[in-house]
């Protein structure tokens, strides 16, 4: 039904994926924002930080379970849509798909433990030690799973003859030249996304309700790590530009809409392609693509002339790449925008339109990773595993993909909505002022900063 | 030993770990389920939530871990089981999710309502019986290869009294090994009402079980006559799988040695499981898979293994923390952290 098998099995692939990075990412992100809060809640013996602590991990493991079903999801279904891929994935790049597994099972048993030892402990710091193996396997398994996706982008390791397989070498699989950059990539973009959006939740509460000194505390720790972790992240979009000239510059040139190879390249921001493939209505940022490249103004960049157009992804990506890099500046900006309200006395960093632009910076993350991830994926085509296998080879040739299109739909739908719920009554049958009253009745509510 | 028998070893194991801790908590969805429904909710679903919080997830990984090794050590399953298990894998998929997803919901959420208890108990059976559709595949004869194109022969596993014979085995032996756990939870709980239930519960489902293995065993002579015959030849192994029954069983109906009881309980369960993979042997898929020409190539077997090594160094100290801190402490246990 509906399209081919293979375009379906993409569809649902993209579908599964789509929704799972979002869970995934604060999976990454939220239990190091977490640790740090409690850390700083134990150091300080201020009980704001602690409670902060408690009720981000209270929300953070409803996403979770979304993240664990979703991810169980996508191991699967890469078997069932792309088997022939995976029996390739299966002899070269499987052992960072197990380790991946393990990492996360770490995680799951020390979270279970974290959870529910709040106050087992005599002293609170070996309760936030629990959450340090929680960090270390979530960031690992993102980097075991980006490892598998860096392979697909320079496949090495092996030598493929017809369907065999030969000298395979797990370890070089695992080291193929796109996987730091990747990690990189992804890792601090968890970060800032998960730390955006809990800042983007405290500014929230505090236009909704009246600001207090539990919210104030939470705003300036969260902006703190979103500030670093944009920074962090812009960095690591610059060392994968780096990668990508040298490494795929097919993938680079399509994202800059770079038709002709040339010195002093200009970067070319929007714009439109008119008959003839020439960029119309663009700015252009004169030779920054050869500095974005190579760090040389005047570096030569290989354009889009140079390659079997049959082999190049689709262009409407250049939007995406612009839009997931205007959205990293806009976190870095609004971040920087917050801390220097807060230095300065006289300026109010609690005032309503910088409150708002903290609100809206938390989706944008979001949608910035989603921007990035298709841009990956897309960025790739037709390859999935690149200079070895098309896309339309590894999909499965069963008929019923489409079926399961709309199963899956209608699951992530039914996920997502009540989910959500969920984390509403959560929060709102439990506000934060009448737990601090609860758990702690002695510590002052008015705002005492002074 | 080679390293594919290692690989197939290991998983085996993964996989009856999987059908141990997953039956303890999908046959307690059913019995949540039907306690709430013949009003006796009271007795025993405190005892069954506080056991499933701590776990559920390591549950599911057991699951994760199975099909990631094997389509790491064995890759050609991943083509010809990938290929064929479309629909019963995504509705397996779908199951799954909507449980694990539910239950964090209800349990760190809200309070649990009628539709939720009727999800949880109802996929507590269904999972199993998609599951189950793999390793009735494996046998052979539903599955076509014309010209490199694998097919599943829908109409064959629909029909054929094996597949059927063994979704109803899949799930009364849930229900068995569930019950049979929870009698040991509810007797270290000092739950007097809870154990009189669940132990009445264990007592009922044993019988069924085992007419359903002899089913399963009668429809496969039917099905696999050399799957069948390598199994007549370990009959020792099932034999000793009879007497850990027994003693089980025993155990159960005398009111005493709960715990003793659910060990014989995996004895059983273990020693059909490795008789009946043994005898599956050599094959992973009959007859296009077997051990040894679809295992991965020597370079990525020995490092699948290191690295099993090494996680294994990890999470078994791990799991023994997990475990000391809430399965084994009596206060916990007891309800009173």
Redesign the interface.
Same mark, same amino acid.
């Given at each position: 039904m509906l399209a081919d098998s293979v375009t379906m099995s993409r569809a649902l692939t993209s579908l599964t994926l789509g929704f799972h990075i979002i869970f995934a990412t604060i999976g990454v992100g939220v239990p190091l924002m977490i640790s740090i809060a409690e850390f700083i809640g134990i150091k300080k013996g201020d009980p704001h930080y602690i409670l902060l602590a408690r009720r981000w991990t209270r929300g953070f493991v409803i996403t979770v379970a979304i993240g664990v079903v979703t991810g169980t999801a996508i191991g699967l279904q890469l078997s069932l849509l792309w088997p022939s891929f995976m029996q390739i994935a299966g002899n070269v790049i499987s052992l960072p798909l197990f380790m991946e597994t393990f990492a996360f099972f770490f995680e799951a048993i020390f979270l279970g433990a974290y959870l529910y030892t709040w106050d087992r402990f005599s002293k609170p710091i070996y309760h936030w030690l629990l959450s340090i193996p929680v960090i270390i396997g979530s960031t690992m398994s993102a980097v075991f799973i980006t490892t598998v996706n860096a392979f697909m982008n320079a496949p090495q390791g092996f030598e493929l003859n017809g369907r065999t397989i030969t000298s395979i070498d797990p370890i070089a699989a695992i080291l193929n030249p796109a996987a730091p950059a990747k990690i990189f990539h992804v890792v601090s973009s968890a970060y800032l996304a998960s730390a955006a959006i809990l800042a983007a939740i405290t500014a929230f509460n505090i236009i909704k309700k009246k600001s207090n000194p539990y919210y104030k505390k939470a705003l300036k720790l969260s902006m703190s790590a979103t500030l670093i972790f944009a920074l962090l992240t812009a960095i690591a979009g610059d060392v994968s530009a780096k990668y990508l000239a040298e490494h795929q510059p097919e993938k680079l040139a399509s994202y800059e809409w770079h038709f002709d190879t040339e010195t002093g390249a200009d970067l070319i921001l929007f714009g439109t392609l008119n008959d003839q493939n020439e960029v119309e209505n663009a700015i252009r940022l004169p030779k920054f693509l050869s500095f974005l490249s190579f760090g040389d103004f005047n570096s030569e960049v290989t354009g889009l002339e140079e390659f079997d157009e049959a082999l190049l992804p689709p262009l409407w990506i250049h939007y995406l790449f612009d839009g997931m890099v205007i959205l990293g500046m806009y976190a870095l900006g609004i971040s920087m925008l917050y801390l220097i309200f807060l230095r300065i006395r006289k300026w109010n960093e609690e005032n309503k339109l910088l409150l708002w632009l903290i609100v809206l910076n938390g989706p944008l993350a979001m949608i910035a990773i989603e921007f990035g991830w298709i841009l990956a994926e897309v960025g790739r085509q037709p390859w999935i595993l690149r200079g070895y296998m098309k896309v339309a080879e590894a999909a499965t040739t069963s008929p019923h993909v489409g079926w399961m299109f709309f199963l899956f739909l209608a699951l992530y739908i039914a996920l997502g909505v009540i989910g959500v719920s969920v984390l509403r009554k959560l929060f709102r049958n439990n506000p934060v002022e009448l737990e601090l009253e609860q758990r702690y009745p002695h510590i002052p509510k008015k705002d005492d900063f002074s | 030993m080679s390293y594919e028998m290692t690989g197939i070893i290991v998983l085996w194991l993964f996989l009856y770990g999987y059908l141990i801790v997953a039956s303890v908590d999908f046959g307690a969805g059913f019995f949540a389920y039907y306690a709430k429904q013949t009003k006796k909710d009271h007795l025993i679903n405190q005892l069954i939530s506080r056991y499933l919080?701590?776990?559920w997830?390591?549950t599911?990984?057991f699951?994760?871990?199975f099909?990631?090794?094997l389509?790491?050590f064995?890759?050609?399953t991943?083509?010809?089981?990938?290929?064929?298990?479309?629909?019963p894998?995504? $509705? #397996? !998929?779908?199951l $799954? #999710? !909507?449980r694990?997803?539910?239950?964090?919901?209800e349990n760190?959420?809200?309070k649990r309502s009628n539709v939720y208890m009727f999800l949880y108990g109802a996929t507590g059976l269904l999972i199993p019986a998609a599951l189950s559709t793999a390793l009735t595949i494996s046998e052979g004869g539903f599955i076509q290869e014309i010209n490199g194109?694998?097919?599943?022969l829908t109409g064959e596993l629909i029909t054929s009294p094996y597949s059927w014979s063994v979704v109803l085995l899949a799930i009364v032996s849930v229900l068995y090994i569930s019950s049979s756990f929870l009698a040991f939870y509810a007797n270290r709980a000092n739950d007097g009402q809870a154990l009189g239930l669940v132990r009445k519960y264990a007592l009922f489902w044993s019988f069924p079980t085992i007419i359903a293995s002899l089913t399963t065993f009668i429809a496969l002579s039917q099905h696999n006559m050399e799957h069948f015959q390598n199994m007549i030849d370990l009959w020792w192994v099932f034999g000793l799988s009879v007497g850990c029954f027994s003693i089980a069983m025993w155990l159960i109906y005398q009111g005493k040695r709960y715990g003793l009881a659910f060990v014989f309980v995996m004895f059983q369960f273990f020693f059909a499981f490795f008789g009946y993979g043994a005898g599956h042997m050599p094959y992973l898929l009959y007859p296009y898979v077997t051990v040894h020409q679809g295992a991965?190539?020597e370079?990525?077997g020995l490092?699948?293994v290191i690295?099993?090594i090494l996680?294994l160094l990890?999470?078994i100290p791990?799991?023994f923390?997990?475990m000391k801190?809430?399965l084994f402490d009596a206060d916990y246990v007891k309800g009173k952290?």
């Open positions: - | 919080s701590p776990v997830e390591v599911n990984v699951f994760v871990f099909f990631v090794g389509i790491g064995f890759p050609d991943a083509y010809y089981y990938g290929q064929t298990l479309l629909i894998g995504s $509705i #397996a !998929i779908v $799954i #999710a !909507i694990g997803s539910f239950y964090a919901f760190y959420g809200s194109d694998v097919r599943l991965a190539h370079a990525m490092a699948l690295a099993f996680g990890l999470l791990s799991l923390m997990l801190m809430f952290k």
